[in-house]
Nanobody, 121 residues
């Protein structure tokens, strides 16, 4: 079965950095698109970034220039490097896998991790 496990969340001060990881198993990782999403209390789940099977990336305007998505097909791991963090970045962060086009719409993805909390103060 497909399993996605996020790690790397934590509490940082504004302007700091975190690197999130998502370890994948149970599917042919290299053939899937992967994405990062976040959800703050009382808000809808928000797409952040996506990467397709060929490595092409896309970003939401809210994180463009600050966050970088990448993947290691050999390790079957997805990463999100987050720099210049702001309080509004505080949320539960989720990774996802699907057979879409590598964007960051929730409907493109059908496999989800459990989330990792990021708090920026």
């Amino acid at each position: 079965h497909v399993q996605l496990v996020e790690s790397g969340g934590g509490s940082v001060q504004a302007g700091g950095s975190l690197r999130l990881s998502c370890a994948a198993s149970g599917f042919t990782y290299s053939s899937y698109c992967m994405g990062w999403f976040r959800q703050a209390p009382g808000k809808e789940r928000e797409g952040i970034s996506g990467i397709d099977s060929d490595g092409s990336t896309s970003y939401a305007d809210s994180v463009k220039g600050r966050f970088t998505i990448s993947k290691d097909n050999g390790k079957k791991t997805l990463y999100l490097q987050m720099n210049s963090l702001k309080p509004e970045d505080t949320a539960m962060y989720y990774c996802a896998a699907g057979r879409g086009i590598g964007g960051f719409e929730v409907d493109e993805y059908n496999y989800w991790g459990q989330g990792t909390q990021v708090t920026v103060s």
